[in-house]
């Protein structure tokens, strides 16, 4: 699950707008045994990826997931077959 995590917050700093250095720094992705996730702690991050009432929408986030979704499956599909095999 840590590589699926890393690889989508990889992801979603190459899609992080350009001028948000700070929001980009602050995408982490964090595992445990029972999951994991992926996060922008930049006080920005809610206002960038869902917009405000006069900013759009920058996604960056969910795009990261959804646009490597295919990847994501495989990277977790692997990790649990190397552990039973």
């Known amino acids: 699950m840590e590589r ?3 690889f989508v917050a ?3 700093e190459e ?3 350009e001028d948000m250095g700070d929001l980009k720094d602050s ?4 595992a445990s045994e029972c999951g ?3 996060k922008a702690d930049a006080d920005c991050a809610a206002y960038v990826e869902f917009g405000t009432c006069t900013a759009a929408a920058r996604p960056f986030l969910v795009p ?3 646009n490597n979704a295919a990847e994501v499956r495989d990277i977790i599909r692997n990790s649990v077959v190397a552990k039973e095999g």
């Not at 995408?27 to 964090?30: D, G, Q």
């Open 15 to 17: 899609m992080c707008p």
């Open 64 to 66: 990261a997931l959804l």
């Open 36 to 38: 994991a996730s992926v």
């Open 4 to 6: 699926a995590a890393e």
């Open 10 to 12: 990889k992801n979603a």
């Open 27 to 30: 995408i982490s992705a964090e």
